[in-house]
């Protein structure tokens, strides 16, 4: 029936028709539509919240709620925001030959915004060629660990959960790659850490996957994150069951049964480098079980230290706790352990005396021992050898040990001057040459090659006519430089600046390359950023950028079609054409684009002075310790330094 425009005492005109309501009905119309407004409230409430609500269920639900043993999370306080405002680090510049403040801190104006958007324009590159990387291998092998770059396929190493996901989040956070993240957040939403398709390798599993979670959580407060980690590190645990708690190699997350590795061997790498991350992960939780496993190395560390060297073999009883071999290496089977030392103490916010020490004769040790100097160029270069007498070098340099310039520094930077412990202003002074002298060797094998790209492995000529090895070692010739050469000259030899021999022969460079492989790996271009970071020289920056375009012109993979993309390993790098090989390792997409872009941006997104980076390139804040905890997890009283001096 169609509706009238009678009125009678139960229908409603509205005023604007002219009609006059009495009060009754005003009355009743009022509490009617207070109530279909509440309704609707109601309606409109549960759809927002339940939608929310559903949205954390879906967060939480592959992992229980946190069982906090240490006091409720919410008692730390959430990690400090990146800083973009920090100043330029200037300390470290005085203990190295006087060199500018980068130039977009000089000049006028003018030059000053021309150097911001120069750099601007490099960190966006760096960027695309993240994303060019990333999203290959988001479309031909997401959600398994890497892509195979030449054949478009995916391959999993290290337990099938998407680590080049997980080792990348914070990488498109720094860059804000906002979608990207997005479905990063989303893989780890759905990510059951109780299937893997391998058992986990404790080491690699820790960097990458525990350190990737716990950057994620430092730069978002997103606290699926921080669920992920703890359970990760529940499932890890079982690896620390052995008699003295030294780690088994790997352990499968789904019956917790750990399994070692042929000889019941266990690397000083492995040993070495896990205590930034769980202890990161105890001052999240408030769980003292994880400080305290790792805690117990850094003790055996300590106690076994050798004093004539102030290092350690690279290969352990895992039963035992014995040392296999007395090699003395920063490479391969080691490097972490000794970057650890000096990151630990940070991140302790210099609470911790064992590390402090440690580092000190650790460094010392190097120095010593293990630098030494090309005949012809004067090149700085670290090698391996062995402890005791009549040791002789192998004159091989790893590019894993390329590590190591960066770690000086920032000890150079950060370490407080000791006098007990032996490291004075000289002491100082000889670290900042042996850090510049060092990063600069590892770049010059990259500047010497034809192609850019620096090789795996190189082996250095060794001095003519001595055997025993000795003419080449560093040390003795800053001695002899500080007796008859420091007045003309203003460095050491290892130290002063040389051009690069691109494409030279073997003879003239003063080395060849043993295994002439670029494996897309970062440590060259890590220790670059932290000489830029810690001494404001600009020529370091620089140089980081030339890898930058060396990697994209001979790593990229063209697209053809719909296929392929993506970077790749790469050999023979001293040609013009090197050829590429199907990988794409995470470290990749997690450090080496990382670095490229912190070097280049004119943000200063990671301040070195708040925030310590795993070595898988994770940053991770350095914790507000509240005062029970520096007195429960670091002694009061200092070491004994009689063995340091």
Known sequence: MPRSNSIDDKTYLPISHGRKLNTSMMSSRRTYLVTV???????????????????????????????????????????????????????????????????????????????????TARAEAVKSEFLYAYHAY????????????????????????????????????????????????????????????????????????????????????????????????????????????????????????????????????????????????????????????????????QTTQSKETGMWGTVWDTMTAKQKNDKLAVGGEADSAYEYLIKSYLQSSKSDPRTQAMFVKAIDGIIENLLYISPTRNLLYVTDSRAGTGRRPSNKLEHLSC??????????????????????????????????????????????????????????????DDPSQTRGLWIAHVRNWEKTAHSTNAVPPGVRDGEPLRGKARAVMDYHARNDNYQLRPETIESLYVLFKTTGDSVWRERAWEIFEAIRKHARVSLNGERLGGYANVRNVNTKKPVQTDSMPSWYLAETLKYLYLIASPKHLVPLDQWVFNTEAHPLPVPQWRNWEKERYWPATKPDKKDHK
């Open 37 to 119: 407004g509440a309704l609707l409230s109601t309606f409109i409430l549960i759809g927002i919240i339940y939608p929310i609500k559903q949205w954390r269920v879906t967060h939480e639900r592959l992992n229980p709620p946190l069982s906090l043993g240490g006091g409720p999370l919410g008692d730390h306080p959430r990690p400090p925001p990146i800083n973009s405002n920090s100043d330029w680090d200037d300390d470290f510049a005085d203990t190295l030959p006087q060199k500018p403040e980068p130039s977009m801190s000089q000049g006028s104006p003018v030059d000053m915004d021309r150097e911001e958007t120069l750099w």
């Open 138 to 301: 988001e479309k031909h092998a997401m959600p398994s660990d890497e892509l195979r770059p030449l054949t478009s396929s995916p391959i999993n190493n290290y337990g099938g959960w998407g680590v080049s996901v997980v080792d990348s989040i914070d990488t498109m956070i720094l860059m804000d790659a906002k979608e990207e993240y997005e479905r990063a957040l989303q893989h780890v939403i759905n990510l059951d850490l109780r299937k893997a398709t391998t058992t986990l390798p404790f080491f690699e599993t820790t960097i990458r996957y525990l350190g990737g979670f716990l950057s994620a959580y430092a730069l978002t407060n997103e606290t699926i994150f921080l669920s992920k980690a703890d359970q990760l590190g529940q499932e890890l645990l079982p690896v620390f069951n052995t008699p003295l708690g030294i780690p088994i190699f790997s352990v499968h997350p789904s019956t917790g049964v750990p399994q070692n590795r042929w000889g019941n061997d266990t690397l000083l790498a492995e040993i070495g480098t896990c205590q930034l991350e769980f202890q990161q992960l105890a001052y999240y939780t408030g769980r003292t079980e994880y400080f305290e496993k790792v805690d117990r190395m850094t003790t055996l560390l």
């Open 403 to 464: 590590f190591l310039p960066g770690v000086i520094a920032l000890g150079v930077k950060y370490l407080p001057i000791d006098i007990e412990l032996g490291y004075d202003a000289e002491k100082k002074k000889l670290w900042g040459w042996a850090a510049e002298g060092l990063g600069r060797t590892c770049w010059m094998t990259y500047a010497d090659q034809v192609s850019g790209l620096g090789p795996d492995e190189v082996m250095f000529k060794a001095w003519s």
